[in-house]
C-alpha cells in the first residue's frame, strides 16, 4: 500500500477501508456491514469508481452515540460540584 509509506508514522489516515473501519470499533465486518446499513455507523465516503472509505472522525461520532450498558456510566466525579472543582485546579 503505497499511500501508507507516503505517511508520516505518526499521521493516520482520515478515510480508513471497510475492514480497518470494523476493526477500529472493535465489530466483525459483517457486523460493521449491518450498522451501517441501519445506521448505526455513518456511510461510506465515495474516493472515486468504486473505491470507498470510512471517515475515523465520523466513526468516532457514531461510536460516541451507542448506548452505554445500564450501571455502565463513569460517575467517578459525580460527587463534585463546580465549587470543588474549581478549587482542585
Known amino acids: 500500500m503505497a499511500r501508507q509509506v ?3 508514522p505518526t ?3 482520515r478515510l480508513i477501508g471497510r475492514e ?3 476493526a477500529y ?3 466483525s465486518p459483517g457486523l460493521f456491514d449491518r450498522m451501517v446499513e441501519d445506521g448505526t455507523m455513518p456511510r461510506p465516503r465515495l474516493l472515486g ?3 470507498k472509505g ?3 472522525r465520523e466513526l468516532d461520532v457514531a461510536v460516541d452515540r451507542l448506548p452505554v450498558e445500564p450501571g ?3 460517575d467517578t466525579w459525580a ?3 463546580g465549587t470543588q472543582a474549581s478549587a482542585l485546579r
Open 6 to 8: 507516503a505517511l508520516p
Open 11 to 13: 499521521l493516520t489516515p
Open 20 to 22: 480497518a473501519a470494523a
Open 25 to 27: 470499533i472493535s465489530v
Open 49 to 51: 469508481g468504486r473505491r
Open 54 to 56: 470510512w471517515d475515523v
Open 72 to 74: 455502565g456510566e463513569d
Open 79 to 81: 460527587d463534585v460540584d
